[in-house]
């Protein structure tokens, strides 16, 4: 089961690289692009839960605590999002993607305090090495290639960063006693109901976007949606969370390339960014070789 859980691990790094592309891919606003996003996750998913009678029994027969708990999770979620894609509205998808990524800096020690998940050497050595590669990547995108880095975007990066790893850490503790398909539900329903009420705040349209942007919208929820985070969420009943966490800095690779051969974006590495992604590599293979060789559950 958990060499399944890394295959699945592997296949949302990849899903979820293509995030930062579709949405610099669409013209609709920031926020709108958030609520679909999370709205046609949550529609690909509800056959699985209508049709799955287990996850229907357990929906029913969770507490009000776990659900209340799950609901805190799904506005951490939308936070996420809404601060996430505006800043790729105000930064390159380097910058934007590599500062979101760095949440492990949260999860490591917070897992470590609170979870009792105790950090080996190993494993700290490939965090700090992960995390050191990130500053190198942002350091070295600064301002390069499009030259539209903003101290806001990045700022809104980093928040939603810190989101992100809140999200990564509520979601480590609840799948030890709730199913993906019940979590997931759960999550997302409230996430896009958050999202929603933010677009009404912030006067973000929820109608009448171009049917162009509906369906890279909807790609976005099918690819990064349910085979990048549901996928995600599934293998953190079985990986660590500090480990899961380091994994996913794949993405700013991932995404860099992408935003590299792709030629209506065609933003060009540098060689920080090079550099800092071996590094990053090298700290992600460090942590998982280590989380191998132990018996979590």
């Known amino acids: 089961m958990k060499n399944n859980a890394y295959i699945a691990l592997f296949i949302s790094v990849i899903s979820v ?54 609901g805190g999770i799904g506005v951490i979620l939308a936070i996420h999002f809404a601060l996430w894609i505006t ?4 930064t390159s998808v380097a910058s934007s993607v590599i500062l979101v990524t760095a949440h492990p ?19 700290t050595i490939g965090i700090i090495l992960s995390v050191s590669g990130v500053v190198i990547l942002v350091y070295g995108n600064y301002g390069f290639a499009s030259g539209i880095d903003t101290l806001q975007g990045n700022i809104l990066a980093i928040l939603g960063g810190i989101a992100a790893g809140l999200y990564i850490l509520g979601g480590r503790k609840l799948r030890k006693s709730v199913s993906v398909g019940s979590y997931a539900f ?4 409230v996430g ?11 006067n973000a349209p929820v109608i009448d976007l171009s049917l162009r942007d509906y369906g ?17 969420n599934w ?7 500090s480990v899961a966490s380091v994994v996913l800095l794949g993405e700013p690779i991932g995404s860099s390339l992408l935003a590299y051969v792709l030629p209506w974006i065609q933003q060009i590495p540098s060689y920080y960014t090079i550099f800092g992604g071996i590094i990053i590599l090298i700290g992600i293979y460090l942590t998982a070789q280590k989380n191998k060789r132990i018996q979590v559950f």
């Not at 896009?192 to 912030?202: A, D, V």
């Open 186 to 189: 759960v999550v997302y329903a």
């Open 17 to 70: 690289s293509f995030a930062a592309i579709f949405i610099v891919s669409c013209e609709a606003p920031a926020l709108s692009i958030a609520f679909y996003r999370l709205l046609f996750t949550f529609l690909l998913i509800l056959p699985f839960v209508f049709l799955h009678k287990k996850t229907r029994k357990e929906l029913l027969s969770l507490s009000s605590s776990l659900i209340l708990i799950m």
């Open 192 to 202: 896009t109901i958050c999202l929603f009420i933010i677009c009404f705040i912030f």
């Open 235 to 241: 293998s953190l009943e079985h990986i660590r969370a």
């Open 105 to 123: 800096l949260l999860v490591g020690p917070f897992s470590h305090y609170f979870f009792k998940e105790k950090l080996s050497f190993v494993n």
């Open 216 to 232: 890279i919208i909807f790609l976005m929820a099918v690819v990064a949606g349910i085979f990048g985070h549901t996928l995600y």
């Open 87 to 90: 800043s790729l509205e105000l």
